[in-house]
């Protein structure tokens, strides 16, 4: 029974006895009391289940009713009506005569909401659209254009009412509705007034990845293990209890909402269905102790027993899980050759069945060309395209890559550097050797004349990857240029990408992502032209497309390197800037959950490593994708070491995608360094500059290839072609070893090819 001095004032009550189920359902969108008369069992336990749903919704007894002195409008359910009727109370006029209108069309404004609350749009109400609204159940409004407006009812986002409400003016309606996809907006979002925030939209992102979470992600993980469920919210409860500073409490709070709402939507419970939750409880009058059930309390006074009075390393063992956020694991000491490796390894990246994912597109692709280009890029990156506008070729549309002053600045500046230093790796001129007199060889360099450019994007903008792909190609004199990337929903590129395709020289951009358009490439459509090589990065789907096509023989593809999540291994000692280091770090962490920084620390003592743990904390709590670099920081760690001969010992074991030398005469060092696939010099040489300006190319072997791939350079778009030329003085010098080679591996018409020109040769 809820508390009667919580419901609003001047609202409308009904008193039923008998009922009508449809009827008191619409009814019930409308009034905030229910005095029951001598209902029956099942009429009353409908009734708890309607008040269940709405906590605005109070349902009394007739016992009672005398205590209710503030409901000004108390009938007979049965004497109401939803528009004229005979002898009976039209219930949308007693609604709309207690409204107050000072438009000239009458029209009541109508703010639209959600089950929690958050306002979706603004509209108008008159009396026929609130008597359509009640008698269908539906949001229904009047548009000042084209009157009764059924909202919805064209392109499918309906509205299920809730309830209807009006302010204490009385000038203003509030309808509490369950917005359908795709939202309120014409624009296709779910209000008018930007995206939500907040536990809102924690809700709706958590609701959408149960729905859609690739096999295989952390995500996926949470729902379908309970197990692991469960430990995440001890753990993220343990973690708040523990948290004392404002901003890790809030951290600590955030983590748990954020499982405890996974927990729920795995379970069906709406957000919807916990507030209504909180809604009774507000209203209870008795009360408890509320002390904590004794295996917590006992838990509580064990752990303060046993809490050290400072945190403590594990020698050659990582820190404790139970540190605050944003905390590297510590290794320190003398490194077994087990514990070595396992850090050198990476995270385990399963790929059996992301290929088994990707396999079906490379053959749709295969098999219906441009028609499934268009089908999968509708599916995946959510953008209508035909197939005639599948390929933008040059020379394209200046209206297309029309950019901010400062960003094409910025991009010429960047596009001079990159070309500058991808100009000098040319091979200009022929090597040319005289292995021995009369034996001259040469060897030549030639482009690859058709290649496809990768670069990641969709609601992204990388003009960067852009930059360092087609750059080298456009060096090495690739003849045809071809540049894939997603769409954005609008169907278009972003213009700084056309920009730079446009500067660079592209012959074609494709506006297909994903597996995809790397099928698409490799064996070519009506549309899409085949290319020889592809190169770039992208996610786990585009570099399985990448290895599916390479090792398929009838594409006579190739690709530039193996990829893997970002990474980067930074060198510093105890007089490095602890901020300089943290920046570093942090700039990889957030490139995806999956990255990898590793900082290999040379003589610090526990006040630096104190230091530097509280600076990443500070820069990572304030960066926008602090919730990525969380998960990337779970799979880093700091090694400490004594000298910088085990630094780079570790380092050239490690082979870092980015390798960073923050210690005094870095150059000193360059000569010791065996694998990495770029390495910035100094402590004014941030990682950053290397991605997008300095000149160095950023598309980088990772996972450890640094081993054995280059990273993207003018060579990567030059095949070489070598020539020999033999003299008759050469062929006499030469022609007895190879012949005696020839017959000692058994080849004979090798042997007699040389043998023949030889009797010519020493008969004159």
């Not at 003016?169 to 007034?193: E, M, N, Y």
């Not at 089908?375 to 933008?392: G, M, P, R, V, W």
């Not at 960047?414 to 500058?420: P, S």
């Not at 190739?558 to 490095?576: N, T, Y």
Request: aromatic residues 6%; negative net charge; contains cysteine.
């Amino acid at each position: 029974m809820s508390v009667l001095e919580d419901l609003p004032r001047d609202r409308l009550g009904i008193r039923v006895s008998s009922f009508n189920h449809d009827m008191l359902t619409k009814l019930c969108s409308l009034v905030s009391l229910i005095v029951a008369d001598s209902c029956s069992a099942d009429s009353l336990a409908l009734l708890d289940s309607m008040a269940a749903k709405d906590p605005s919704l109070s349902i009394v007894s007739s016992t009672i009713s005398s205590d209710t002195p503030h409901i000004k409008h108390l009938v007979q359910a049965s004497q109401l009506s939803l528009g004229p009727a005979p002898g009976s109370i039209d219930i949308v006029h007693a609604l709309t005569s207690k409204l107050v209108s000072d438009r000239p069309d009458g029209l009541f404004p109508t703010i639209v909401t959600d089950t929690q609350g958050i306002a979706l749009g603004l509209c108008y109400s008159s009396y026929e659209s609130i008597l359509k609204a009640l008698t269908t159940g539906q949001g229904v409004y009047y548009s000042r254009n084209r009157g009764i407006w059924h909202k919805g009812l064209t392109s499918g986002a309906t509205q299920q009412l809730i309830r209807i409400d009006w302010d204490c003016d009385a000038d203003t309606l509030r309808f509490t509705v369950i917005q359908t996809h795709p939202g309120f907006c014409h624009l296709s979002t779910r209000t008018c007034f930007g995206p939500d925030s907040g536990i809102s939209n924690l809700a709706a992102t958590l609701t959408h990845r149960r729905l859609h979470a690739p096999a295989g992600s952390y995500t996926k993980r949470i729902f379908d293990d309970p197990a692991l469920l469960h430990a995440k919210i001890l753990e993220e409860a343990q973690e708040l209890c523990d948290a004392t500073a404002h901003d890790d409490i809030a951290w600590e709070a955030a983590d748990l909402i954020y499982f405890a709402m996974a927990k729920c939507i795995a379970s069906g419970v709406s957000l919807s269905d916990v507030e209504r939750q909180l809604d009774a409880k507000s209203k209870k009058i008795s009360r408890r102790p509320g002390d904590a059930k004794c295996k917590f309390a006992d838990m509580v006074a064990s752990n303060k027993e046993n809490i050290p009075n400072s945190v403590s390393e594990k020698t050659l063992e990582p820190t404790p899980k139970e540190l605050l956020p944003f905390t590297m694991q510590v290794y320190k000491g003398k490194l077994s050759a087990q514990l070595s490796n396992r850090l050198i390894q990476r995270p385990i990246i399963n790929t059996d069945e992301i290929m088994a994912r990707v396999r079906p597109i490379v053959a749709q692709v295969r098999a219906q060309g441009d028609a499934a280009l268009v089908e999968l890029t509708a599916k995946f990156d959510k953008a209508q395209l035909s197939i005639d506008n599948l390929l933008e070729r040059s020379p394209f549309d200046p209206a297309k890559m029309i950019i901010d002053a400062n960003v094409k600045a910025s991009i010429d500046l960047a596009f001079e550097n990159i070309w500058k230093f991808h100009q000098a790796q040319m091979d200009n001129e022929p090597l040319v050797v005289e292995t021995m007199p009369g034996v001259v060889c040469s060897r030549i360099a030639r482009p690859i004349e058709r290649v496809g450019l990768y670069v990641p994007g969709g609601t992204a903008v990388l003009p960067s990857s852009t930059l360092m792909l087609a750059i080298p190609a456009k060096v090495a004199g690739c003849s045809e240029i071809v540049i894939a990337t997603p769409p954005r929903k609008d169907g278009t590129i972003s213009p700084e990408i056309m920009y730079v395709a446009a500067k660079v020289g592209a012959t074609a951009v494709l506006k297909v992502g994903g597996a995809q358009a790397i099928a698409a490439m490799a064996f070519g459509t009506a549309t899409v032209p085949k290319v020889d090589k592809i190169c770039g990065p992208g996610n786990q789907y585009v570099t399985a497309a990448k290895m599916i096509a390479q090792s398929d023989s009838s594409a006579l593809l190739s690709i530039d390197m193996p990829a893997g999540p970002s990474e980067l291994l930074v060198i510093a000692d105890a007089c490095s800037d602890p901020r300089y280091v943290v920046s570093d770090l942090l700039s990889q962490a957030e490139h995806g959950a999956d990255s990898q920084v590793v900082l290999v620390a040379i003589g610090f003592k526990q006040n630096h490593l104190d230091a530097l743990q509280q600076e990443l904390r500070r820069q990572a709590m304030v960066l926008p994708r602090a919730d990525v670099v969380k998960l990337a920081l779970e799979k880093s760690y700091i090694l400490m070491v004594d000298t910088m001969d085990e630094a780079l010992a570790f380092s050239n074991e490690y082979a870092p995608e980015h390798l960073i030398l923050n210690v005094d005469h870095a150059r000193d060092l360059v000569d010791r360094i065996k694998s990495a696939g770029s390495v910035f010099l100094g402590a004014y040489s941030p990682e950053s500059c290397g991605d997008y300006a300095s000149g160095t190319n950023h598309t980088l072997p990772t996972y450890g290839y640094a081993r054995m791939y280059s990273g993207v350079n003018t060579h990567t778009f030059l095949k070489h072609i070598t020539t020999q030329e033999l003299t008759k003085e050469g062929l006499d010098r030469l022609g007895d070893c190879v012949m005696t080679l020839a017959a000692l591996e058994q080849l004979e018409a090798h042997r007699n090819a040389v043998a023949i020109r030889l009797m010519d040769i020493r008969r004159k």
